[in-house]
T-cell receptor
């Protein structure tokens, strides 16, 4: 089974802190994604990566950065956390190129910024 | 621009059939996906359509009309465990392989 693992289920951080959200997948997927999910807004794409050291901005990249140093790991970084970044963060991965390939999701990290 | 619309909420009773509609306007199209998400859990893949027509998978079926920018997810013989959010997502060819999601439809199944 494909496994996408996020390092924490719940996190509480203070405003202004630097926050790292880690995601690891074990299926050798080239593509990895970070979304945030908010009530009434659905899943919104923050960043994605289609190869090691490659990254592309999604719809809402402001206030975030990412790192992909190894194929299996994709990190989301909040340089200076703010209360409007309180959300559920979901990581996903998939194979590229094959049109029918679905994305597999991690369990999510519920981040609260106080 | 991109826009994916689906109803916010739907209700149904056990044993019934429900159809969840999704309309999309995107700059490109490279497939439409349906995901199921139970409260507090990760989305899980249900179905995929890239060509027009109906794809059937057990109690769930999904339909696509590319000319109309329209899809639906059909759930038959509803069970209580089908109470969940159903997410419609489109892959735009110009956006690589990232999925763009609608806001989701929360389905409540009652006995």
């Amino acid at each position: 089974d494909v496994k996408v693992t996020q390092s924490s289920r719940y996190l509480v951080k203070r405003t202004g802190e630097k926050v790292f959200l880690e995601c690891v997948q074990d299926m050798d997927h080239e593509n990895m994604f970070w979304y945030r999910q908010d009530p009434g807004l659905g899943l919104r794409l923050i960043y994605f990566s289609y190869d090691v050291k490659m990254k592309e901005k999604g719809d809402i990249p402001e206030g975030y950065s990412v790192s992909r140093e190894k194929k299996e790991r994709f990190s989301l970084i909040l340089e200076s956390a703010s209360t409007n970044q309180t959300s559920m963060y979901l990581c996903a991965s998939s194979f590229p190129g094959q049109v029918s390939t679905e994305a597999f999701f991690g369990q999510g990290t519920r981040l609260t910024v106080v | 621009g991109q826009n994916i619309d689906q109803p916010t909420e739907m209700t149904a009773t056990e044993g019934a059939i429900v159809q969840i509609n999704c309309t999309y306007q995107t700059s490109g199209f490279n497939g439409l996906f349906w995901y199921q998400q139970h409260a507090g859990e990760a989305p899980t893949f249900l179905s995929y359509n890239v060509l027009d027509g109906l794809e059937e998978k057990g109690r769930f079926s999904s339909f696509l009309s590319r000319s109309k920018g329209y899809s639906y997810l059909l759930l038959k013989e509803l069970q209580m465990k089908d109470s969940a959010s159903y997410l419609c997502a489109v892959r735009e060819s110009q956006a690589g392989t990232a999925l763009i999601f609608g806001k989701g439809t929360t389905l409540s199944v009652s006995s």
